[in-house]
């Protein structure tokens, strides 16, 4: 899910240079030494759901790189156009074709490392039958005890389970503000 460094200007074409700009700026950025267009590069959201169904949660196993085979909640990078909600039903069912109703945000786990925010809501399943996309290899549901720990593909999605267990024993859920190192 890292993003490679811009090699072209979006404006001329141009390749870039990367350089701290004139106009006071403090970080390097893809800078244009044709038109002198200034490329930002900001933070991407990643937005997903904890599906859950009595005392198990819905996990996708991927058929994407990166993580193949790996297992995770259903969640992708939001789109221009949608609110963080709704991005995450949208992944939802692209990935697991799962029928559901949204609930509360559950966990925003910054990753400074490769300039994401993940966020999870909590998402309550309506039927036990899922049609997964070709994201996905199987979707299933799995009881704490039953969860592949060492199978899981990224770790906001592990630590987002650990919240959401944890919480699920305590009998209330919160929301989970946490960085990801
Ligand atoms: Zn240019």
Not at 6 to 15: D, E, L
Not at 43 to 49: D, E, F, I, R, S
Not at 79 to 107: K, N, P, V
Request: net charge negative.
């Amino acid at each position: 899910m890292y993003r490679s460094p811009i090699k072209h200007c979006k404006n001329c074409g141009s390749a870039v240079i990367y350089r701290v700009p004139d106009d006071g700026d403090t970080k390097e950025r893809a800078v244009c030494p044709t038109c002198a267009t200034i490329h930002y590069e900001n933070p991407l959201n990643v937005v997903g759901t904890v599906p859950h169904w009595g005392d198990r949660v819905l996990l996708c196993k991927r058929n994407i790189e990166p993580r193949w085979g790996k297992w995770t909640l259903p969640a992708g990078f939001m789109e221009l156009h949608e609110t963080t909600s709704q991005g995450a039903a949208r992944e939802t069912d692209e990935e697991a074709g799962a029928q559901f109703e949204m609930e509360s945000l559950f966990s925003m786990l910054n990753v400074e490392r490769v300039g994401q925010v993940h966020l999870f809501y909590r998402a309550r399943l309506l039927s036990d039958q899922f049609k997964p996309g070709h994201e996905t290899i199987e979707a299933r549901l799995f009881t704490e005890a039953e969860i592949p720990w060492d199978e899981i593909a990224f770790k906001t999605v592990k630590t987002t389970l650990e919240c959401y267990f944890a919480d699920r024993r305590k009998g209330s859920y919160s929301i989970h503000v946490l960085d990801i190192t």
